[in-house]
Nanobody
Framework: QVQLVESGGGLVQTGGSLRLSCAAS????????LAWFRQAPGKEREFVAE????????SYADFVKGRFTISRDNAENTMRLQMNSLEPEDTAVYYC?????????????????????WGQGTQVTVAS
């Protein structure tokens, strides 16, 4: 079993920054790609960013527009999402997830079903 725990959410003003963390316990994450998703009230969960097993490959949703950076530290079994220039539209619960494969393989595989373990989420609220 794998347990994922997100932290770092909170309330921030428009243009501000937050850094989310995802810590894993139970089993190592180093053999799997990892991802961040988010879900705003009344909307479906959507892909935000993902990172390959060794951290060398990353991909982002178009709406990120260079504002977010995903990273991982396999020695610490953690993943992070640095979010800058936050906008009210970024308000959502952010989830980390383990992908079923080690690699990121294109936009067709950014679906929730392509991930097998999820954290409980951390709330990010961006005030206008």
């Amino acid at each position: 079993q794998v347990q994922l725990v997100e932290s770092g959410g909170g309330l921030v003003q428009t243009g501000g920054s937050l850094r989310l963390s995802c810590a894993a316990s139970g089993r190592t994450l180093s053999s799997y790609a990892l991802a961040w998703f988010r879900q705003a009230p009344g909307k479906e969960r959507e892909f935000v960013a993902e990172i390959g097993w060794n951290g060398r490959s990353t991909s982002y949703a178009d709406f990120v527009k260079g504002r977010f950076t995903i990273s991982r530290d396999n020695a610490e079994n953690t993943m992070r999402l640095q979010m800058n220039s936050l906008e009210p539209e970024d308000t959502a619960v952010y989830y980390c997830a383990r992908k079923r494969t080690p690699f990121i393989t294109g936009s067709s595989y950014r679906r929730a079903v392509d991930h097998d373990y999820w954290g409980q989420g951390t709330q990010v609220t961006v005030a206008s």
